[in-house]
């Protein structure tokens, strides 16, 4: 078994569903729930009993909020188990929740066409262990590139799939079964052709990469949940150039490198940057220059 079967098996393991029951969210919300699936400037669909509807909202929602509803306006957000934010590219000192309630973030990158950039996984990385999210790196159009190398510094759960072929698409779906799951990552690397892959059915809009240089055309503009047959929550969301992580602190860095402990660094607190001693600068490591760009940005 490979280093990342294994991990596939630890992992699945985990995967359990904890969406909170109906009962509960209603207590918490103080009344019937519904669920957010797709916000606008200043409404928001949500999915109630089995039907959508656009309401308004002035406290901000997220896709996958729970919320209840009076007058045909969210009236409470339910607690968030788990949020994926981001930097407002407009205003640096705001973080903007992506999605709320996820337990599953798929970090897709493609294999080539636009190229693998392995410094953006290592940001969503951050981000999924500061929100409380298992993380899932999906390297998409296998079909292009059969390995990609740079992929295996990463120590999540990877899964090499192929919307054209088809592999990797049942794995996949089976390691989101009764999970809420994020797709994010670059313009054209094939999101949203997951999302109608795992769905069997073509549920999103796709658009071609530029021939020459494989970058994505944005198609997707807005985030939105789409609910699987196997009990799967799906968001998907819009391709972006770069992921603002906002405010950082030492420890969530750190939480997205794990491999450092292994080196045993035998300083308190350590930064793994400065002290000529420290077993991790010495080390270097496939991600150690990565680490050292999101230091800078303390
Ligand atoms: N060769 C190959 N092409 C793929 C694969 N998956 C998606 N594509 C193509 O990649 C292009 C972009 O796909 P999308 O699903 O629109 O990408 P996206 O990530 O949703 O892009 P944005 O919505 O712009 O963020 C389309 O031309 C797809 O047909 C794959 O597995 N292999
Ligand atoms: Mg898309
Ligand atoms: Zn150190």
């Not at 990463?154 to 899964?159: G, L, M, N």
């Amino acid at each position: 078994m490979s280093k990342h079967e294994q991990m596939h098996e630890e992992h699945l393991g985990k995967v359990r569903k904890d969406r909170p029951q109906k009962k509960a969210v209603e207590k918490r919300v103080g009344g019937p729930s519904a669920l957010v699936i797709g916000v606008s400037v200043k409404s928001c669909t949500v999915s109630q009993n089995g039907t959508t509807r656009t309401i308004r909202y002035e406290i901000p929602v997220a896709p996958g909020d729970e919320v209840s509803i009076r007058h045909e306006k969210v009236f409470e957000i339910a607690p968030r188990r788990t949020t994926l934010s981001r930097t407002d590219p407009a205003n640096v000192n705001r973080q903007r929740v992506i999605a709320a309630n996820i337990d599953v973030l798929l970090i897709v990158a493609a294999a080539a066409n636009p190229p693998f950039r392995p410094g953006l996984v290592d940001r969503y990385l951050v981000a999924a262990a500061r929100g409380g999210i298992r993380p899932i790196l999906c390297i998409n159009k296998a079909d292009l590139v059969d390995d990609v190398p740079e992929a295996r510094v990463f120590e999540v759960p990877t899964v090499l799939c192929s919307t054209v072929t088809g592999k990797g698409i049942d794995e996949l779906r089976d390691l989101i079964a009764d999970c809420t799951a994020v797709l994010a990552g670059h313009s054209g690397v094939g999101k949203s052709s997951l999302l109608n892959a795992l769905a069997s059915e073509e549920r999103a809009v796709t658009g071609k990469v530029n021939d020459e240089t494989g970058a994505g055309r944005h198609t997707t503009t807005t985030s939105r949940l789409y609910e699987l047959s196997n009990g799967a929550r799906i968001i998907d969301t819009p391709g972006i150039r770069e992921f603002g992580l906002g405010h950082l602190t030492l420890a969530e860095i750190q939480a997205a490198f794990p491999e450092f402990n292994q080196y045993a660094c035998r300083f308190r607190d350590c930064a793994h940057r400065d002290d000529p001693d420290c077993a991790v600068r010495e080390a270097g490591g496939p991600r150690y220059a990565s680490y050292l760009r999101l230091l800078s940005e303390l």
